[in-house]
């Protein structure tokens, strides 16, 4: 890491691995090398230590009080501290800062598979909602490419991380869903005489091409409802 950044980390920070697809594990930086390497705890995943490959590329994310950063790590090994197996990454970035991306907000109705998420400390973000009891079909509310709003009969609290199955149905005949993480960013009770809440979300860990696919669709959508309005209104 650049000697800019180097200090941005800490010993004891709590950071998230994302290895692109799957689960985002929950790890803890445990000490930092002479040579920069970062010395995390073992996730775990449904109580079994996950087993990442040396050589293996991914991201580790970090907050402070300005936000969310992201480094770009390599699997350099496992080691010991002691009686501690440790697994040691080496930095391949300096910590980059997400930015907030603003984002139109389209008004749209989509079938969404909510799944609540456990989150323990060194306890993995499951993304396996088959069969799950704890999986909740509502309806979106308005969508961005960066977040969404849902109508929910559960009452989540602001931080809350939960799993995402939305379904766009686009392009044409796939009828597959997109998955993503969300973490809650605004409950509101809904309209007197209706049960339930207005639920706000934000996404995590959105890559490139899920923005990018987001955005299509909700481009696509606005364009469709703007040309209807057209017809209607005789223009």
Known sequence: MASKNKNLLSIGDKVDLYLGTGPVYLSKLEDITQSGNLLVSIPTYQGV????????????????????????????????????????????????????????RLPIDLKVLVTNIEETENESITEDVSGSDKTEQVSSINLSATGIAIASRHQYSLGDRVNLQIYLNWPEGNSGPIELIGEVR?????????KGFIVGLRFLYLSND??????????SQEQKRLRQKRLVEGD
């Open 49 to 104: 230590p996950v087993n990442i490959k040396e050589g293996q590329g991914f991201q580790l994310y970090f907050y402070r009080t300005n936000g969310r950063y992201r480094v770009n790590v390599k699997m350099n090994g496992y080691v010991k501290d002691g009686h501690i197996r440790l697994m040691e990454l080496k930095p391949l970035s300096d910590p980059q800062r997400q930015q907030r991306r603003d984002s139109f």
């Open 186 to 194: 605004q409950v509101t009770e809904a309209e007197p005489f209706e």
């Open 210 to 219: 899920t923005y990018s696919h987001l955005y299509r669709f909700i481009m």
